[in-house]
């Protein structure tokens, strides 16, 4: 079956621009969660989705940062105002429940210059 | 605060030989964790996981041991592979919550 499908794979836009990335989860999946990874370190938690609800929001570092899944299945990322600091691998994964491991896309590779 | 590390970068292995990685964590309301393996333009890949309940769990070649009293793990890799050349990334999460904490991986290079 499918993965998850993240879109786009690489993006490039202006400081203080707009973006939206995608992310389609594997199907039947409830849970949903964003990460980001810069060089060198792991993956950090941006938030996660329990259906079209955001159950944790904590890791989104400021305002300009927005997710919603209004659905239940495709999740989008939104980043208001981008920074320099904002370029990074967007990641995401879902998963069946809690104790079953997540299952990544391949990223978005974002470059903000 | 990093609550998950993994304090060595890279670690080389001759092929066939066994290869250790190593992840410690601070907080002790962990009780889920799991291995993912990262090749270059690629998301992770799950491994193998490991309930609080266990010290360990044997997948194949990959098995994770777990140290509760000393808030360490580690993946062994037997015998290793030229194809297991990777990003290896420790991550937990603790009772009640579905948020995984990564470590800051180890790069594993095994070597024909």
């Known amino acids: 079956g499918a993965g998850v499908s993240q879109t786009p794979s690489n993006k490039v836009t202006e400081k203080g621009k707009y973006v939206e990335l995608r992310c389609d989860p594997i199907?039947?999946?409830?849970?949903l969660y964003w990460y980001r990874q810069s060089l060198g370190q792991g993956p950090e938690f941006l938030i996660y989705f329990q259906g079209t609800g955001a159950a944790d929001d904590s890791g989104l570092p400021n305002d300009r940062f927005f997710a919603v899944r209004p659905e239940g299945s495709v999740s989008t990322l939104k980043i208001q105002r981008t920074e320099r600091g904002d370029s990074a691998v967007y990641l995401c994964?879902?998963?069946?429940?809690?104790?079953?491991?997540?299952?990544f896309g391949n990223g978005t590779r974002l470059t903000v210059t | 605060d990093q609550q998950v590390k993994q304090n060595s970068p890279s670690l080389s292995v001759q092929e066939g030989r066994i290869s250790i990685l190593n992840c410690d964590y601070t907080?002790?309301?962990?009780?889920?964790f799991l291995w993912y393996k990262k090749y270059p333009a690629e998301g992770p890949t799950f491994l193998i996981s490991?309930?609080?309940?266990?010290d360990k769990n044997e997948d194949g070649r990959f098995t994770v041991f777990l140290n509760k009293s000393a808030k360490h793990l580690s993946l062994h890799i037997v015998p290793s592979q030229p194809g297991d050349s990777a990003v290896y990334f420790c991550a937990a999460s603790a009772a009640g919550t579905y948020k995984y904490i990564f470590g800051t991986g180890t790069r594993l290079k095994v070597l024909a």
């Open positions: 490991i309930s609080s309940i266990k």
């Open positions: 907080n002790s309301m962990f009780d889920y």
């Open positions: 199907s039947g999946h409830t849970a």
């Open positions: 994964a879902s998963s069946n429940d809690r104790d079953s491991p997540l299952h």
